[in-house]
């Protein structure tokens, strides 16, 4: 009596080529960068991004004051180019820093703003009017938007390389049944007298 092994035995198969041994394995490789590599990769760029963000975030909080001011003017009719979180409009504010006499300035505002309204205006260490620091969702908002992006941009190359090497293996296969067929091709076509 004979015992049947369950490994799998290998033998060859004359109809498997190596194209497609090298493509099933390239497929596996794929899988592998798809599922482990690109994850991988946008968590890294997005922990990243994180420190980095937080960080300046920190140093402007520590860098700008907020100041609560008096919207002195109207506000502009049309908002900046470059409005921040909802302050897109200039106006002219009047603050009174402690110990010291009242200030003017010009800052940003938000809309629907009236000359009278108090606002929170921040200002750099120079005096200047600046926009507020980004606060912890932007930071994680800005993290997230890396994250995903490097992720994405990473699988998008493994998908553009996974295109090219197909393009490239077909063209060796439609190589090797051509060789093929001109061997055999003539026993095939070949005419009885």
Request: glycine share 8%; with cysteine.
């Amino acid at each position: 009596m004979r015992t049947r092994s369950h490994r799998p035995r290998r033998r060859h198969n004359p109809l498997r080529r190596r194209s497609d041994v090298v493509e099933a394995w390239v497929a596996v490789v794929v899988a592998v960068l798809l599922c482990v590599v690109a994850p991988l990769a946008g968590t890294a760029a997005g922990l990243f991004t994180y420190d980095r963000a937080r960080t300046h975030a920190e140093e402007q909080r520590a860098e700008r004051q907020p100041v609560q001011a008096v919207v002195a003017g109207r506000p502009a009719s049309r908002p900046t180019v470059h409005g921040d979180r909802g302050h897109g409009y200039r106006a002219e504010v009047r603050w009174t820093e402690s110990g010291r006499q009242t200030r003017t300035g010009v800052a940003n505002v938000p809309a629907g703003t009236r000359a009278g309204d108090t606002v929170t205006v921040w200002f750099d260490s120079r005096g200047r009017a600046v926009a507020p620091p980004p606060n912890d969702v932007a930071v994680w908002q800005h993290t997230v938007a890396v994250g995903l992006g490097v992720a994405g941009g990473t699988a998008a190359l493994v998908l553009l390389a996974r295109a090219v090497e197909r393009r490239v293996a077909l063209r060796h296969r439609l190589g090797e049944w051509e060789r093929a067929w001109a061997r055999t091709g003539p026993a095939w076509t070949r005419r009885c007298a």
